[in-house]
Nanobody
């Protein structure tokens, strides 16, 4: 069982940047991939980015390609989301999740599906002003 804690959100001006962190903890840690998702008030959860743990292979939603970069630190068991050129439409609560089997990562790559496990962190809020 893995506990996830997101951090790094805040209020920024359009065109600014933020780096989000998602730290995993537990007695043991084993995962195939991790992903970032976001949800704005009144909207459905949206897939943002995913990364395969073993080799760092990444996938992104079209809306953030070229602006966001996902990465991971094996020693810290942490995944990051570096966000540049933020836009008001990026405003949302950002969550991370773990894919332990690889099934979800394949869906993220093939279709950009927002499907994930129900083991979420508490989320970190990003607000981008115009």
């Amino acid at each position: 069982q893995v506990q996830l804690v997101e951090s790094g959100g805040g209020l920024v001006q359009a065109g600014g940047s933020l780096r989000l962190s998602c730290a995993a903890s537990g007695r043991t840690f084993s995962c195939y991939a991790m992903g970032w998702f976001r949800q704005a008030p009144g909207k459905e959860r949206e897939f943002v980015a995913g990364i395969r743990w073993a080799d760092g292979n990444t996938t992104y939603a079209d809306s953030v390609k070229g602006r966001f970069t996902i990465s991971r630190d094996n020693a810290k068991k942490t995944v990051y989301l570096q966000m540049y050129n933020l836009k008001p439409e990026d405003t949302a609560v950002y969550y991370c999740a773990v894919d332990r089997s690889g099934y979800l990562f394949r869906l993220w790559v093939s279709s950009g599906s927002a499907l994930s496990s129900n083991n979420w962190g508490q989320g970190t809020r990003v607000t981008v002003s115009s």
